[in-house]
């Protein structure tokens, strides 16, 4: 069975979500960055949302998390929650 575990933050605009990953590709830790500035509760834990099956995330964040390079800061993605940059930890198909 297909499961990924990613981390994400969420932000409410482009302009902050594109800020916040020239910081990150800049050297700033992505789970102190999440921490100070996700509005997802996800935040308090350096953004982590554990593992989970295709179908269990907005179809956007899905998209990504299943099909993208993993340990790559990805994003800006928009979903009906806002801006996301996420970086998939692991996956198994």
Known sequence: MTKAAARHILVETEEVCLDL??????????????AEFS????????????????GQMVEEFDTVVFSAELNTVLGPVKTQFGYHLIEITSRED
């Open 21 to 34: 990953k020239s910081q990150i590709e800049g050297g700033k830790d992505f789970a102190e960055i999440a």
């Open 39 to 54: 509005a997802c509760p996800s935040g308090s834990s350096g953004g982590a949302l554990g593992e989970f099956e295709p």
